[in-house]
């Protein structure tokens, strides 16, 4: 990773809009930051689905 965030919260996104990694602001709306929210709520569903055991079905299917 390029770029270390070590703030999250920085009260500056009031206005409508969020910070990237490089320091540049984009609309909080813009399809980005809906990209960025889809793939880490993709990201939590697959940790959460990897703490159960698979199916040997699917395990199967997986492998070959």
């Known amino acids: 990773m390029a770029n270390r965030l070590s ?30 929210g889809d793939v880490d709520e993709l990201n939590s569903v697959i940790g959460l689905l990897l703490t159960e055991p698979m199916p040997a079905d699917v395990a199967a299917d997986l492998l070959t």
């Open 7 to 36: 703030v999250i919260a920085t009260r500056t996104g009031d206005d409508g809009s969020t910070g990237l990694g490089d320091g540049s602001r984009v609309p909080k709306d813009a399809a980005r930051i809906a990209a960025l």
